[in-house]
């Protein structure tokens, strides 16, 4: 089976398993001039790192949500899909 079929099979599943109905690369913009170039949601200046960090450091979706209006419980998903989908493609790559 060729490595594209397995990544988009896993694609698919990561979706079905967290409920997404936008995948990630409609959210996710990467722009040179903005955040060094970092991936970031919607266009806006949080990067996927940012939520992850903040994520990471036990706050909760709703904490997140408070602090940053201008998200979605949609972009906190799509930045886990992003990171597992990146985690998936670094490990076929070795």
């Known amino acids: 089976m060729p490595r ?3 990544i ?8 079905e398993i967290l409920n997404l109905s936008v995948k990630y690369q409609e959210v ?10 970092k991936p970031c949601i919607r266009g ?11 994520l990471a450091a036990g706050m909760t979706t709703q904490d997140i949500l408070k602090d940053f209006s201008c998200l979605t419980k949609e972009d906190i998903q799509v930045c886990l899909g992003y990171a597992a989908d990146r ?8």
Do not use: H, N
């Open 4 to 6: 594209y079929v397995v």
């Open 8 to 15: 988009t099979t896993l694609l698919d599943t990561l979706f």
């Open 28 to 37: 996710i913009t990467i722009e040179p001039g903005k955040r060094c170039g």
């Open 44 to 54: 806006m200046r949080i990067t996927v790192y940012d939520v992850l960090s903040y």
């Open 87 to 94: 985690d998936c493609q670094l490990l076929i790559a070795q």
